[in-house]
């Protein structure tokens, strides 16, 4: 019997970041950027106004006042990316849309609302402060700066600043394919109109999809496969091309005929173990595949086709290697310590994973409360927690008001 | 000049929750469950093996003991997906693969690792407890319950229940779909080998993508299109049949011509305002098409183009749409109180959006760093945030050690 740690340990120490590649920016949304982005040019590229408005040299409005309007001739209009060698003439202002370049000469940007609007000649009612309204070349970014560093996770913001400075690709770690396959023979598809008797819904393959995503990975379900090994290697074998991690649902009962457990003996190094946790302690973990050198070799994780017991083995071991291999730095859902409601029993030995509800805030401290019998936690209890109670090896008993470990699921 | 307050108001007056459909279940991930979901079925539909083991009547074990093994002939095999008609006969047992059918008659699970896993007989060291490693008909769930209320959010978890319950579709509000428009003849596709002198790179469109995204929405980017009044009237007639809601960034410029602004005039009900805040003070909002009865008309914003303004305006007006339509409650992004780090200016009369960094533990409190110039925020400052501080319309300075209002962007 190995130890949850044992276990996640190794499955950390064999897994890493997916090699990176470079991909168009709407795939490198939500994944981590494998090395430094350095800044080709200036942002924005020259001067530009900041305001729809007239520019000038600020120091020929400095005669507006309160008292007096000035007027200055329009030579030119300009609009957002307009050619960028016009000079300013002394004494004349030119109209410029907001992004458009500021002329050479012109220090600042009138805004059209301060102004008569003319297009012609325009009337000022105040000088104008030199800088103003204006986005000098350079402001945002230098040319040759690191402007987001290797490791950092790409959402909207960061998109915006690459796309900002043209980049159409970025390197990066791709989210990882997670291939998801269902064994049993008493698997039916949700919705089948005539299930045979005895069938049971598949459920791991929908939630893990689900379950995937949410780590921020790619799933591909491949659906049901019956208990027969020979269906079970070619489904393997065709999968593993497009695999960065195979996850086996089912087909671990030893009565049931260890398809699994055969199957995997002959294509790789996965090792089978009991792990000292409740529910789930039948694992199967590591790679296969990889005959065109061991870099090709696949994780593989095969769990427990109870959807309970698959679930939690998905948080516990399959979540944080995906998050690895995505290049998150950060592996592990947020935790938080919870006093106990009431009390409960736990396994000696085993490390207890129990559906709970976690309710409180970070001044009033939080309050635990596991869902159902924490003996034998049910796909219910499951779907209505915000958090699974981790109660230790040790501890064959979990006291009203104790202290309780507790792992928060999304949602 | 409306107030970021009305004009919040005036959109999620103007939007609801996106009509209901049934959709498949990988669909359905992420989406807000528009009906409650009744249980068809008790789950489990019969009694099963929660263990590999021999299913027993349990007062037929009470002989073993530590002292004396008890031993019994095995009648059958049963595996998961069995058929369920199986009597226990008096003094036998049933050999059972965990989540196979419990016979009639039998009321536990010796588990294999607790005998000498006999296939003709089987020997015991202790006695069997009634109800032990069985999972009774209805354990997890009984026909007729609500199983999930209307209103669930549906991950991993609650995708489990549906699909083991045996629903292969669930009805739900679907994720809105979004077009996205970038108005501007300056404007170039990033990646684009040879921009135009004076090109500025598209940047709104592949921030709002990812944006859209993690506002748990589905974008349809459209991309650039030139400052056109036909081009972008034929532009819009074609997509509004895909769209729940359309984003057009660009074209606000009263100097490019106002092309948004008389295309939208002839397209349907939508204002342009100016809303007092800070970056970004034009605003369009309101529905377009809907000829074919007002029930088609599409929301649709028009955000200024400049990155950071159309970033901010995202967060504060369109994200709370769009988790609306989605059918969420909660419209809003985390907030945080934080003392400020250092003072800054603010504009009167407007309320100020400014980036920035947000460091602490709800414990010792939050303090809030401004990053770049606060009067004007960058591109390269928005991408290093992790935070909008926000300063009230009244306020024209924040004093080092004032507390400030913050919503928590995501990363």
Redesign the interface.
């Known amino acids: 019997m190995r130890s949850v740690q044992d276990h996640l340990g190794a499955v950390l120490a064999a897994v890493g970041p997916v090699a990176p590649l470079d991909v168009a ?2 795939d490198a ?2 994944c981590i950027l494998a090395r430094d982005l350095v800044a080709p040019r200036d ?2 590229a ?1 001067a530009v106004a ?1 305001r ?1 408005g007239y520019a000038v040299a600020a120091f020929e409005t400095e005669g507006a006042g309160y008292a007096s309007t000035l007027t200055l001739p329009v030579a030119h ?1 300009l ?6 060698e016009l000079r300013l003439a002394p004494g004349q202002a030119v ?7 500021v002329p050479l000469g012109a220090d600042a940007v009138v805004p ?1 609302e301060e102004t008569d609007r003319g297009a012609v000649r325009f009337a000022m009612q105040r000088p104008a402060a030199a800088g103003q309204h204006v ?1 000098p070349a350079g ?3 230098h040319a040759g700066e690191v ?2 560093a290797a490791g950092t ?17 970025l390197h990066v770690h791709p989210t990882p394919r997670v291939v998801l396959l269902s064994v ?9 109109s005539r ?10 393959g ?6 995937v ?2 780590a921020g990975a790619t799933p591909v ?1 491949v659906g049901i496969l019956p ?1 027969d090994r020979h269906v079970l290697r070619e489904a393997l074998e065709d999968q593993l091309v497009r695999a960065d991690l195979v996850v086996v649902t089912g087909g671990l ?4 005929g260890d398809t699994v457990k055969d199957v995997l003996a002959t294509l790789g190094t996965v090792r089978l173990d009991h792990v000292a946790m409740t529910p789930g302690f039948r694992h199967g973990f590591g790679k296969v595949g990889g005959e065109r050198g061991e870099d090709r070799a696949v994780p593989l994780f095969a769990l ?4 309970v017991a698959a ?1 939690v083995s ?1 948080e516990v071991f399959v979540r944080p290697a995906l998050r690895a291999m995505a290049g998150h730095t950060e592996l592990y859902r947020p935790s938080v310590a919870a006093r106990a409601s009431h009390g409960w029993a736990a396994p000696v030995g085993l490390r207890q994973f129990v559906p709970a509800t976690v309710l409180g ?3 009033e401290g939080y309050r635990v409360t596991p869902l159902g019998d924490p003996g ?1 936690p ?3 209890a ?2 209505h ?1 915000n958090a699974l109670a981790v109660v230790g090896e040790q501890d064959t008993v979990v006291h009203a008001g104790q202290t309780v470990h507790c792992l928060v ?3």
């Open positions: 920016l709407h949304v939500g942002l924005p020259v900041a729809d209009d609009r957002a990316g307009a050619a960028t109209r410029v849309a907001s992004g458009a370049p059209l986005r402001a945002d970014v402007v987001l996770r790409l959402g909207a913001r960061q998109i915006a600043l690459a796309a900002a400075l043209g980049f159409g690709r049993g023979d008493e698997l039916a598809e949700p919705g089948s299930p045979a008797q005895g069938a049971v819904f598949e459920a791991d929908h939630a893990l999809d689900a379950a995503r949410d379900r208990d009962s030893e009565l049931a427990q086709g109870d959807p679930q998905f805030t970070p001044d034998a049910t796909v219910s499951l779907a927690a699921l999304e949602g």
